[in-house]
DNA sequence: ATCTATCTAGTACCTGAGTACGATACGGCG
DNA sequence: CGCCGTATCGTACTCAGGTACTAGATAGAT
């Protein structure tokens, strides 16, 4: 797997020498001290330990633009749901202990660097129970009724393609298409696609 | 690393073939057909491919049951945010796209032995702006290039009204309601109001 | 063997949506 | 003052979306 630029901004001469140790076949790079965010080739992957000094002073229009650009894992000596949550909102796609065991931060990389997101399990359920619990019992509802191919075409429809989209996405006739979305209208009780829409997304 | 016993539930050879094939060096139990979940040592790892038949009719105590008990992949062939979020709300420890790429999978099946959770992007970001909405900048910036006026009438046309309907909440023509729509679509870059209505709630 | 559900599709029709090409009025600004 | 952005509305046109009515094929169930 091809590896991409990956920098560890701190100032912990400890805590660089273990990323160095458990991305032994990256190319590691030392941030901090004249080497900044901004010299990085795009889409690097970036460790940013929170503990760094000075790091309040990077005003959050940076922090937006370089998460666009680049990879950026933030590793808190004392991890907090709430600190995590403001890190990922601000576009971060990883938040984690940065003196986790190494198995672990060795996966953390590779997660982060193969596209996803890491968050860790505390995190993580800490985001379930706000979100799932209201809207589960109704997100699964709103397939119940229907059949297989109606499913299918629903949730096509959903993402705002048309008919003759539809149809050629599942190879039948935009004829057949509306017949299952009549079907469809029918058994959720919505007049049109864009009011499936927003039942399928769980908006209303 | 020990692995835990390892069971996929599908119907689908090749689904099982694959499973098998990406995770050569754990044993791999192949569910249905008269082997049951509870049948297995407690802390298995589990894959579910959504796609099996009777699915729906195991009741949700048992689901939160085995989720308890094991570590459970749910894998789909046509991954959904909603159909995600109520698995996970569920117990389920993974939800993940069953026909992902071979590395994928085998980084899911990695992290949720080591009993971390994996949630893919799509559903993660989900995740964060169902939390961070209040925040979020997405939620805010569709609306920049628009006047008041084009806010107001995109923001009900997001709501699944007409143009009538919008125009009589707004006491002015449907002629003038298109006028701002077209203007909103172009100033947004959308075809439709179905489009617009992603757009303004954050899917696309 | 019959019945039912599902997927498929044809023709015809109506309407809302979106666009094209205008117009009028009002307010701020150089 | 003229210029420009904004909000309002008119007529007319095209077209995708949705409906009505129909119907063949297939598979599963009773």
Request: with cysteine.
């Amino acid at each position: 797997m091809s590896r991409p630029a990956f920098s560890v901004l701190t100032d912990d001469e400890t805590l660089f020498a273990r990323f160095r140790g458990l991305a032994s076949d990256w190319a590691v790079y030392r941030l901090g001290n004249g080497k900044a965010i901004d010299e990085l080739p795009p889409h690097s992957l970036i460790v940013v330990d929170t503990a760094t000094r000075d790091l309040a002073a990077i005003p959050e229009k940076i922090w937006r633009a370089s998460c666009q650009q680049h990879r950026i894992v933030i590793a808190s000596s004392q991890p907090e749901d709430e600190e995590g949550l403001a890190w990922l909102d601000l576009g971060a796609t990883g938040y984690c202990h940065a003196y986790a065991a190494e198995a672990t931060l060795r996966q953390v990389l590779e997660v982060v660097a193969s596209g996803e997101l890491w968050v860790g399990r505390s995190l993580m359920s800490r985001l379930l129970k706000g979100i799932g619990a209201r809207r589960s019992t109704h997100a699964r509802n709103w397939a119940a009724p229907l059949t297989e191919r109606e499913r299918e075409v629903a949730r096509i429809a959903a993402e705002g393609d048309s008919n003759l989209e539809i149809a050629q996405a599942l190879g039948i006739t935009e004829r057949t298409v509306k017949s299952h979305l009549t079907a469809v209208f029918e058994k959720l009780g919505v007049n049109d696609r864009l009011q499936l829409a927003l039942k399928v997304h769980g908006i209303h």
